[in-house]
């Protein structure tokens, strides 16, 4: 019996190992939070068609940059700005002509609660809301975004007062989700399901609207020699990860 | 240099850290006394239930507060029944996360404080007929006053490096949730690390010499010696 377990481990360890050899060269990618779900299933038809593999690490852009002027192991960073890349470059952490958008963010007025938000968004003059969630424009490009709209709406004088801050794109969903705030500005890939905003109510703001939101990714000196890496930034140009970007609502650039 | 909303946040750090504290010696010192003295059962359980703030995550604890206190949580529909809305987003609910928060590190030096009081000592003050509240504010009280000491400065210290479930629960709000380790994450992620290692000087600074002024006053404590 015992033989027999040993036997079987034995021949799920060399298997183990061997395809571990097959699957070939891993590359560990930061990807703006806005972009977690695309880039999900990205990684997984990336893996299909290429045999390697790509490790995500979800985050804010802000906090990307300063990982990776500090020793940060990334080899690929999807941002969501043009910003971060191009102080990275600037700072010489990024293979140089690697810089490029990967796609245009698109903002949503989002609620929770279904028919709280109208089709055209008046519920920003007209509600009785004590918390609008978005976040800080500070920190985060669909932050800026909504302070943009907001302003050019002529709206920002009577929001300022009720807006709570969250300090990436998801804790404002957070925010929202769970009610403390009864609307807020959030990215459209976080809401969108089947081409339409899966639950709660929403208003998708037209890109005409506020300043675009470009989010830009680079190839890190770190990865410049990894195969992999060079092969996910070719990849994110092709036609099945082209379709998953557009998927989730975000404009091509 | 510190600009003005880098001050603001070191105030509100003070009110937020100072009510705190407040508020745990108010709450920590009948529980640490109960804690300490009761033969009950139900004694383990509680020394647990006191303990869980130390388990989770402070975002993660942050986070269930956020779903408590939003309008569909129970904290949310007691707090809307008392005519006080939403908690979250509030100075108000920041005092009572960081209370509960920073829960162990009061009451549990306390505990600590009120175990070493031998019994004998109750008794003796008892036959001089002092009641038991006589004996708690003129035996204990000085008895226990190095452990009052560490629990108000790890309660402080505790509450003022709080982060994780301020961030949740505070919706980063300038003057009521905006505190000085947000702030400093902010500048963090703007990149604006001037500014960043400015407002964290002064706070380890200020901390420090509160904690060697309180150091200083602890290191003669009374003894508390056991009656033969």
């Keep these: 019996m015992t033989k027999h377990i040993l036997k079987l481990t034995f021949i799920s360890l060399t298997w183990l190992m061997h395809t571990s050899v097959v699957s070939a060269d891993s590359t560990l990618v930061a990807v703006a939070s806005n972009f977690t779900k695309p880039m999900t299933e990205i990684a997984e038809s990336f893996e299909k068609a290429t045999g390697h593999s790509a490790k995500l690490s979800f985050g804010s852009t802000g906090k990307f940059v300063s990982q990776i002027e500090n020793g940060g192991p990334f080899e690929v960073l999807l941002a969501a700005d043009e910003t971060g890349p191009a102080s990275l470059e600037t700072a010489g952490y990024v293979v140089s002509g690697s810089r490029a958008t990967y796609a245009l963010g698109k903002l949503v007025l989002w609620s929770a609660t279904p028919d709280y938000i109208d089709a055209e968004g008046k519920v920003l003059q007209t509600g009785n809301f004590k918390h609008i969630a978005l976040a800080d424009p500070k920190i985060a490009p669909y932050g800026a975004a909504a302070v943009d709209y907001l302003s050019k709406q002529g709206l920002l004088e009577k929001n300022q007062p009720l807006m709570v801050l969250g300090e990436n794109i998801t804790q404002t969903q957070q925010f929202i989700s769970t009610g403390n705030a009864e609307l807020g500005f959030v990215a459209l890939s976080q809401v969108i399901e089947n081409g339409k905003i899966g639950s709660g109510s929403g208003y998708i703001i037209p890109t005409n609207e506020y300043a675009s939101i470009r989010q830009g990714i680079a190839l890190l000196k770190n990865g410049a020699e990894n195969p992999a890496a060079v092969a996910l930034i070719a990849y994110l140009k092709s036609a099945p990860a082209l379709a998953i970007i557009q998927k989730y609502g975000y404009d091509l650039p | ?228």
């Design chain 2, 1 to 228: 240099m510190l600009s003005p909303a880098d001050l603001e946040t070191l105030w509100l750090t003070f009110k937020v850290a100072s009510l705190s504290t407040f508020i745990l010696l108010l709450i920590g010192t009948p529980l640490a006394w109960w804690l300490a003295r009761t033969p009950s059962p139900a004694k383990g359980f509680l020394n647990a239930l006191v303990s869980l703030p130390l388990v989770l995550p402070p975002t993660v604890l942050g986070f269930y507060l956020l779903i408590l206190m939003g309008p569909q949580g129970a904290l949310g529909k007691l707090s809307h029944f008392l005519g006080l809305g939403t908690l979250s987003f509030t100075f108000t609910g920041l005092v009572i996360a960081s209370v509960l928060y920073s829960m162990p590190f009061v009451v549990q030096p306390l505990q600590t404080a009120f175990n070493n009081i031998a019994q004998q000592t109750l008794e003796a003050a008892a036959t001089l007929r002092a009641n038991p509240l006589n004996t708690f504010f003129s035996v204990v009280l000085p008895l226990s006053r190095p452990g009052f000491l560490t629990a108000s400065i790890l309660g402080f210290t505790h509450t003022v490096g709080e982060f994780g479930v301020v961030l949740m629960i505070g919706g980063n709000i300038p003057d009521k949730t905006r505190v000085v380790s947000v702030q400093i994450y902010n500048h963090v992620e703007a990149l604006e690390y001037g500014q960043a290692h400015w407002l964290a000087a002064c706070l380890l600074g200020f901390s420090f010499t509160v904690l060697v002024i309180l150091y200083t006053v602890l290191k003669t404590p009374p003894q508390i010696q056991q009656l033969k």
